[in-house]
């Protein structure tokens, strides 16, 4: 017992380190709700992102059970924990639980409730917290179209029935990520309710609360071990990407695997379970290897899918980079963090193709800080180039830029200038040259290869600054887009801008609050 304590208490530091701090809102949800309908005429983008980060929260959580007023009382039979994907029931249909939207978004609730556990709001949130782990520990039991609990292979199942019940029609499965990012969200929930409840240890009420959780026996019995002995025997099998078309070895997936291993293995030392500490540990070693092949040196950027016909750029790319980035506890080097060379290089690449795509990209932004003479700015970002999908069915047209994508890319760039203020340098590689060259592209300093740069240095200076601006361009975009509620769907229109797809999308609100908790992060450490 001592030594177990002793290892969570380190686990105490897990808040987040971008866990962001919302203001208490008074009355919890319905107060908000009047405030935001009055849209100022001109607003700053300070001022809109402290609006919007208010009416996103209420927007996220109104789909959430228990609470939500999207899933209470519409005729449907809605399990305490779901996290619809979007109200939407039909053109096209969302009213379901993806496995990996909800664990996304619940991960930015957890944060939340970690920021400040005593606050009003976190009381609310540790209800829905809780009801999420049992939710989702009965629907890892459930057998379904890929299989059931005994051989592990149920949990590769995408998509549930509001009820909880499985989803039997046809669908691209199974899909690995899931059971992944759940062990992470619960994982970052584990710690956050340690660290809210210190006394839990001395009580001896601690197997009680945190068996259902994490527990040594084997085959596994709680939610986070089976996920992660799901991942470490399965993340080299094929399944299909986050996008849910293609069957392959891909990038996001991979990339939060190895997150899920690697703070899994710390989780198992935590509870004495060693033997399973070393398989994670190692599995994690052998994935780490694995994540180094989706860069593609030809090609000059990383690869969404391997073997795959498509160019490879992918919004996928920075999802994967953002979620797989380690929780301060945990000590270990990411393999493509958000403001390594590989990750940016790539962001340019898919900015520069977005950008000459979507008509929309090409229209100034009235609001927008830059003066347009960049070639590395916000703009409009979708899924991939080669997609679609334009949010009710296949359009020759193409695809269209996504809310969650543009948000993702102000969130690396945050991350960036973040790392670049706590390191206090930058080294100018071969491969960093092109995006920094980019990035100060309207400025008069130019970055020299090789150089290293530190605070003493204005160009070092400029280069935080500058991606904070083109991180609030990206978010700029996003407040174009908005409606007149601050509503976000899945996409806006290419051409027109407006919204389209899945209407009130949840991950849509989580990754625009994840983007907003980076630049409050930054604005801090700066
Ligand atoms: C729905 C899927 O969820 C989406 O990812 C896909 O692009 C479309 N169907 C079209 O296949
Ligand atoms: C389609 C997206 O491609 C997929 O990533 C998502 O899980 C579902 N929609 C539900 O939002």
């Not at 970002?381 to 102000?410: H, I, K, M, Q």
């Amino acid at each position: 017992m001592e030594l177990r304590i002793g290892s969570l208490l380190l686990t105490l530091f897990a808040i987040n380190i971008f866990a962001y701090s919302i203001p208490p809102l008074s009355g919890f949800l319905p107060a908000i709700r009047t405030s935001f309908i009055q849209k100022p005429l001109r607003e700053t983008l300070d001022d809109w992102i402290e609006r919007e980060e208010r009416i996103a929260l209420d927007k996220l959580l109104a789909n959430v059970k228990p609470g939500g007023r999207n899933v209470e009382g519409n005729g449907k039979h809605v399990a305490d924990g779901t996290v619809i994907a979007s109200p939407s029931t039909e053109s096209p249909n969302y009213y379901y639980q993806w496995v990996r939207d909800a664990a996304i978004t619940t991960n930015t609730l957890v944060d939340l409730y970690a920021d400040d556990p005593s606050s009003k709001l976190s009381s609310s949130l540790s209800t829905v917290l809780d009801a999420y782990a049992t939710l989702q520990t009965k629907i890892q039991r459930t057998s379904n179209p890929s299989g059931s609990f005994d051989d592990l292979q149920g949990l590769g199942e995408p998509k549930f029935q509001v009820d909880g019940t499985p989803f039997t029609g046809s669908w691209g499965r199974p899909q690995r990520d899931g059971p992944a990012l759940r062990a992470i969200t619960l994982i970052n929930y584990l710690r956050a309710y340690n660290a809210s409840h210190p006394s839990i240890w001395e009580s001896g009420e601690a197997d009680d609360i945190f068996d259902t959780l994490y527990e040594a026996s084997m085959p596994a019995r709680s939610v986070i071990k089976a996920d992660l002995e799901y991942v470490s025997h399965f993340w080299n099998a094929s399944g299909f990407d986050l996008w849910e078309e293609v069957d392959g070895l891909h990038f996001f997936t991979a990339a939060v695997q190895l997150k899920a291993l690697r703070e899994g293995t710390q989780i198992a030392r935590a509870f004495g379970d060693d033997g399973a500490a070393h398989w994670y540990n190692e599995q994690a070693t052998y994935l780490e290897r694995f994540v180094r092949r989706f860069w593609n040196k030809k090609k000059g950027h990383l690869v969404e899918t391997l073997w795959s016909h498509r160019t490879g750029l992918d919004c996928g790319l920075l999802l994967g980079s953002l979620h797989s980035y380690p929780s301060e506890t945990v000590d270990y080097d990411p393999v493509f963090p958000p403001y390594s060379d590989e990750t940016l290089i790539s962001l340019l690449a898919l900015v520069q193709d977005q950008r000459e795509r979507f008509p929309i990209n090409l229209q100034p932004y009235d609001d927008a800080p830059f003066e347009g003479e960049s070639i590395f700015g916000g703009v409009g970002l979708g899924r991939y180039p080669e997609d679609v999908y334009d949010g009710y069915g296949t359009s020759e047209r193409g695809g269209n830029p996504w809310f969650l994508c543009t948000s993702s890319a102000a969130e690396v760039l945050y991350r960036t200038a973040s790392r670049l203020t706590e390191t206090s340098s930058l080294t100018i590689t071969p491969l960093g040259l092109p995006f920094y060259s980019a990035l100060l592209s309207s400025s008069s300093l130019a970055p020299e290869e090789g150089a290293t740069y530190g605070p003493s240095d204005a160009i070092f200076h400029s280069i935080v600054e500058k991606l904070k601006l083109v991180g609030d361009e990206f978010l700029e975009v996003v407040k174009t887009h908005v409606d007149g509620e601050g509503s976000m769907s899945e996409q806006f229109d290419q051409v027109t801008g407006y919204m389209r797809g899945a209407t009130d999308l949840t991950w849509s609100y989580g990754a625009f609050l994840q983007a907003v908790g980076a630049r409050k992060y930054l604005d801090e450490a700066w």
